[in-house]
């Protein structure tokens, strides 16, 4: 006997796998047994039975051969019985001994039963049996088949993998008990009128179908009135203790967040993954499609021949010579049951066919390659879970056959608002209170600042830190400013930097009134929050990222003019020309910085409109020549054109015209010579014209009488007139890095001279009267031909050894006491 179990493997899988087996794959495999073993009983029977018996047939006297020694036999293929010798019966039992002998042994029997069974019965009633077992492996190979293809069942292993631990995950217990108290609390003032009416309800039933309750006391010491208040007050406390308590959500633990955001990772990638085609949605049809058509073909045939399983079979073999009989009837011993068990078999193979053609309905009625789940969002409140297509959408529908608990649980892993809830947790067990207050530092506006780099978000411990009045965030993701943002006081300044950040209205409305200073670095357009233009209370902007030539002429930019006390703009860009915008912000701005990273910017003539500028840096703007525009704003006081390509200054003369300009930048371009009509910017008391091709001085220069800085660095200068003693009011003279051969004796009637640059030059003397300038604190001698330094340094008593920037040698070479009396602090 073969049992069964021999086939397992043919039908044996991973015990997950039966969550992408419907009931009607369930169905049909258990029928598929029952078709095996029909097989495996018909393939039994063939081997441990006979297969026919076959006895001569009579039709003429030739036929016969008679015996007197011998009796009739009938004997099997399989069986012996050997001859016996008949005695001559007796007269009186004569008529009772009656028989034909054939004179066959038992040989010629066996020889004839296999001649006969092989020529003379159908071919359908000696293979039934393995048709059966045959068409039943196939059935299951079909059915399987997709588990076992390396194309597929990789697939199919890593979504069962990944859906069996979403299914287990506490965060998902967690993000949907959440989801369910938010609607709990939503639904909250309609459920307490149904409660309340339940109450009632359960109140009067218990006191009908419950027994009395004993009165706590005993009877003689409660008055009638006293006994009606207990029983009143029994019932009523029965209700209140049937209370479902709200699941208390235990927090996750550093090791379960790990692994959660792990597998939204995977989620992810195996979303991107399956999503790109369709193989399992097209395997699963083939192959019910191949079961199908197997099923049409074994139901038209073995109706048909069903009926060539006859328990009589005539035989007529051509065996005369060997046996002396050639006409012969057989009894096919296992016709009758075949029959039965065609019959069986033709009933079950068209319910397993039904069953097909009822899932060829289903995979071609429904759009089982898109999936959507519009009711996981309505249950769950979570709205962003996104629908999905292809291989992911065919396998949810499966999913949603076996249990749709799995689909709602996996979806909470699809979803984007989960995810950040996850991070936002896990950043806050990450970020405690104690660990970002040691990351408080003071910034350079005097302010507590705490930077946060590289987070995946903003943890709301931050909120909790009440002292902070400074928070900078650098390329952080998916930040949003809670409402708790009121509880920081002190917060004027907020620098994002490579972050989008949303914001809660609650928030929004703290930051109108209280944020001073916003500071923004984007790479794309798309993270300017758009909520920064309705911070009234906001005096510095400073913007810092590429806008293209058509942002540039602005349409969001537009949105300034509502900041009413909006003092300083820094835009650091690319833009084309002045935007708008900026011009109707005249009323109250004050400095304005553009640095433009080489980007040439034309049509300044809106600069005129900004009546009120005080400060103004055109920084890298590939100028030319100094924009006639800045000559209009009358009370300019400080202008800094820096990294342009000047060459000529000629158009100074027209500073006369803002005559409270106090401070010129000229540095890092290409002017050759200072025209003499600087003269006329008498109240200046700052210039820099330092890195250009300047080589000679203008005595007119030393005109400007009220210069405190006197930056003259890195340029091609070999002599300094005398006339710069006329600058009593010098502070700082820097002549760093020219060819400055000696230094005129009038420079040192600058008594408040306190810092004096004069490194990298041609220097080979110092004068002693550098002893003059007590105040100064601070020399610069560095590559120089100086060889010996003056003792006379000694009185300048501010100068330390810190501020005297000299080699080594030279320093050594001064007097002990004058060294000593520099290093002193």
């Not at 044996?12 to 169905?27: G, N, S, T």
């Not at 018909?42 to 009796?71: A, F, H, Y």
């Not at 001859?83 to 009772?96: C, L, R």
């Not at 706590?216 to 207990?230: K, Q, T």
Request: with cysteine; proline share 5%; hydrophobic share 40%.
């Amino acid at each position: 006997m073969i049992p069964v179990t021999e086939f397992k493997q043919f039908t044996d899988h991973q015990p997950a796998f039966r969550v992408l087996k419907p009931w009607w794959d369930v169905f049909t495999d258990y029928i598929a047994i029952a078709m095996l073993m029909i097989g495996v009983f018909g393939c039994t029977l063939q081997v441990m039975q006979d297969k026919i018996i076959c006895l001569p047939k009579r039709t003429s006297p030739d036929n016969l051969r008679t015996d007197p020694n011998e009796t009739l036999v009938n004997v099997s293929a399989n069986s012996y019985v050997p001859p016996t010798p008949v005695p001559s019966p007796p007269a009186a039992s004569a008529d009772e001994m009656k028989g034909l002998k054939t004179n066959l042994d038992l040989q010629q029997y066996s020889f004839i039963n296999q001649m006969c069974y092989e020529r003379a019965l159908h071919w359908y009633a000696k293979y039934f049996p393995y048709l059966v077992l045959i068409h039943t492996l196939i059935f299951m190979l079909c059915s399987n088949f997709w588990f076992k293809f390396p194309g597929s069942s990789s697939k199919i292993e890593h979504f069962i993998s990944i859906l069996g631990k979403c299914f287990d995950s506490p965060w998902t217990t967690r993000a949907l008990s959440e989801v369910s108290g938010e609607n709990a609390e939503e639904k909250g003032g309609k459920a307490g009128e149904k409660s309340h009416a339940a109450k009632v309800a359960l109140a009067t039933t218990l006191a009908t179908v419950l027994p009395p309750v004993p009165p706590l006391l005993p009877a003689p010491h409660l008055s009638a009135a006293e006994g009606d208040l207990v029983k009143t007050q029994s019932l009523r406390s029965i209700p209140e203790k049937i209370v479902v308590e709200k699941p208390v959500v235990s927090a996750l633990d550093q090791k379960e967040g790990e692994q959660a955001k792990a597998l939204f990772e995977k989620v992810k990638k195996f979303r991107l993954h399956v999503e790109e085609g369709d193989l399992l949605y097209s395997m699963y049809v083939r192959q019910t499609i191949i079961k199908v058509i197997k099923f049409v073909f074994i139901v038209v045939y073995n109706s048909i021949l069903v009926s060539k399983v006859n328990f009589m079979v005539e035989c007529e073999v051509n065996i005369q010579e060997m046996t002396g009989y050639y006409k012969f009837s057989c009894n096919h011993t296992m016709a009758h049951l075949f029959s039965k068990l065609s019959i069986c078999y033709l009933c079950f193979v068209s319910v397993y066919g039904l069953t097909c053609l009822y899932t060829l309905y289903w995979l071609f009625y429904r759009s089982l390659k898109e999936y959507s789940f519009e009711h996981v969002r309505h249950e769950t409140g979570i709205d962003d879970i996104p629908d999905v297509r292809n291989d992911f959408a065919f396998m949810l529908h499966l999913i949603d056959q076996y249990d749709p608990l799995y689909s709602k649980r996996f979806a909470v892993f699809l979803s984007e608002v989960s995810e950040n809830k996850l991070k936002q947790l896990n950043l806050n067990n990450e970020w405690t209170v104690d660990k970002l207050r040691q990351k408080l530092q003071t910034n350079g506006q005097g302010r507590l600042e705490l930077q946060l780099f590289m987070l995946s978000g903003l943890p709301d411990t931050v909120f909790e830190l009440t002292e902070l009045q400074s928070l900078r965030l650098e390329i952080l993701g998916n930040v949003t400013i809670p409402a708790t943002v009121a509880q920081l006081e002190g917060l004027r300044e907020l620098s994002l930097y490579q972050c989008s950040a949303k914001i809660h209205t609650a928030a929004l409305a703290f930051l109108k009134d209280n944020l001073q200073v916003l500071r923004v670095k984007f790479d794309d357009t798309w993270e300017l929050p758009t909520w920064m233009y309705g911070l009234k209370s906001l005096e510095e902007l400073h913007l810092q990222g590429s806008l293209s030539p058509d942002l540039s002429k602005n349409v969001t930019l537009e949105s300034l003019r509502e900041l009413k006390n909006l003092k300083v703009l820094g835009i650091k860009s690319n833009l084309t020309k002045i935007p708008p915008a900026i011009a109707e912000t005249s009323g109250h701005l004050q400095t304005l910085c553009i640095h433009n990273d080489g980007t040439k910017l034309v049509m300044l003539n809106s600069l005129k409109k900004l009546v009120n500028l005080t400060e103004l840096a055109l920084i890298h703007c590939d100028l030319e020549r100094i924009p006639h525009a800045v000559f209009s704003l009358a009370n300019l006081q400080e202008l800094d054109l820096k990294e342009n390509h000047l060459r000529s200054v000629e158009e100074i003369i027209s500073f006369q015209h803002c005559r409270k300009l106090t401070c010129l930048k000229m540095w890092h371009n290409s002017i050759a010579y200072i025209p003499e009509h600087i003269k006329k910017l008498g109240g200046l008391e700052c210039l820099y014209f330092c890195h250009n091709k300047i080589e000679v001085l203008p005595s007119h220069l030393f005109l400007c009488n009220k210069l405190r800085h006197l930056d003259l660095g890195h340029n091609d200068i070999r002599f300094i007139p005398p006339e710069i003693g006329v600058l009593q009011n010098l502070q700082d003279f820097c002549i760093t890095g020219n060819k400055v051969e000696s230094l005129p004796d009038e420079l040192y009637f600058c008594k408040k001279l306190k810092a004096l640059r004069m490194g990298r030059n041609s220097l080979s003397v110092l004068s002693p009267k550098v002893g003059n300038l007590a105040l100064l604190s601070l020399l610069e001698l560095r590559g120089n031909h100086l060889e010996v330094l003056p003792r006379e340094l000694g009185n300048c008593r501010s100068l330390k050894r810190s501020g005297l920037l000299v080699e080594d040698a030279l320093f050594d070479g001064l007097p002990s006491d004058v060294r000593e009396q520099m290093k002193a602090e």
